[in-house]
């Protein structure tokens, strides 16, 4: 069983950046892709970026491509988002994800991902 644990999150004006990390303990080995998700109130929850770890393979939704970036530190079994050029969309509960298939990573589906960690908030203000 994998736990997963995110920090980082904050509040922040338009414009600036933050950096999500997500901790990975317990029988990693079944992960083989990690996300990150995001869920604003009243809104359904959408994957933000994954990366699979065998290669390194990343996607990204539209919203966030060249701003936020997806990475892994296999030693320390962390994955962080570095998120840039924040905006106010960019509010909400953040979540790392962990799952096993190649084609559900890429598509960021979150019914794929079996494991989660508890969520930290983001808040971008205008």
């Known amino acids: 069983q994998v736990q997963l644990v995110e920090s980082g999150g904050g509040s922040v004006q338009a414009g600036g950046s933050l950096r999500l990390s997500c901790a990975a303990s317990?029988?990693?080995?079944?992960?083989?892709?990690m996300g990150w998700f995001r869920q604003a109130p009243g809104q359904e929850r959408e994957g933000v970026a994954s990366?699979?770890?065998?290669?390194?393979?990343?996607s990204y939704a539209d919203a966030v491509k060249g701003r936020f970036t997806i990475s892994q530190d296999n030693v320390q079994n962390t994955v962080y988002l570095e998120m840039n050029s924040l905006k106010p969309e960019d509010t909400g509960m953040y979540y790392c994800?962990?799952?096993?298939?190649?084609?559900?990573?890429?598509?960021?589906?979150?019914?794929?991902?079996?494991?989660w960690g508890q969520g930290t908030q983001v808040t971008v203000s205008s």
């Open positions: 317990g029988y990693t080995d079944s992960s083989n892709c």
């Open positions: 994800a962990a799952g096993r298939t190649f084609a559900s990573c890429l598509a960021r589906s979150p019914g794929a991902f079996g494991t």
């Open positions: 990366i699979y770890t065998w290669g390194g393979r990343t």
